[in-house]
């Protein structure tokens, strides 16, 4: 009987958004880094990964975002890392339908990424356990590792030090305001705040817990500001990772879909539950034993 890994030569996978409940910046490293504190959960809102084998070894990327080139793409750059750490002689086509908005803070290209990573690991037969993806994950970005692992995490250090937490079922209304904002930017602002007290899980169940970048996103960009007063008006608003993009808890879908009724057509907003595990590993549990 033939070997169906074997014969599998392409694989389809969803590549989540990811929100950041709370971000603090409570230090800095000597090297630059800043450290973090924050609380990642996945969305059911994704990106579409498709990989398919090639046999020259080429890394081609064939559908991706508009503005990235090919070369820059987290997922070819993905893609090539795990080419040259395990040796492999296979190549890919990597189609992203994009659907996650880019410099939003949602994480799309962190996600891509490690889509790629987990895909092309099964496709490949490169059999690196989770530890060895997740390390290659952070050689791209401190946000690949979290969805490598798949899992809803308390995170500390530069974001690499992860912890796994169960949070509550939750429905969450998420807006783009349509601008972009360059993360270097932000971190070099003299107003942003660097040393924040450090909390606790519990803590943070118990009301604590800010976006350090959100004031610095607000003075910069009145639209981000416009749209959290906004979304304000229905429930408390806030910016996830350095933004552009906004977040506020709902009770239940058809809430959230109540407020986009009235959402300015000059936005973009979706309607979105929270996961502990990630849309990805959810699917690549279902795949065959063989292919995990």
Known sequence: MADPLLMM????????????LFLHITGRR????????TLFVFLDF?????????????????????NVPEAEDLTVRAARLLQEVTGCPLGADIQVLKRIPMGGGLGGGS????????????LWQ???????LAALGLRLGADVPVFVRGHAAWAEGVGEQLTPVVLPNSWYVVIHPKVHVPTAELFSSPHLTRDSPAITLATFHGGAGLNAFQP?????????AEAINWLSRY?????????SCLFAPVSSKQEGEKILKSLPNKWFGFVAEGANISPLHQKL???PTLYN
């Open 9 to 20: 030569q392409t694989l389809t996978l969803p590549a989540p958004a990811k929100l950041n």
């Open 30 to 37: 000597a090297d630059g880094y800043h450290l973090l504190q």
């Open 46 to 66: 994704a990106d579409e990964i498709t990989l398919t084998v090639r046999s020259d070894g080429a890394i081609r990327r064939p559908a991706g975002a508009d």
């Open 111 to 122: 996600s891509d990424a490690a889509s790629v990573l987990q895909g092309l690991n099964r």
């Open 126 to 132: 490169c059999h690196l356990d989770e530890n060895a």
């Open 216 to 224: 610095v996103v607000e003075k910069r960009y009145p639209e981000v």
């Open 235 to 243: 429930s408390t608003a806030k910016l996830t990772g350095s933004g």
């Open 285 to 287: 549990a279902i795949m």
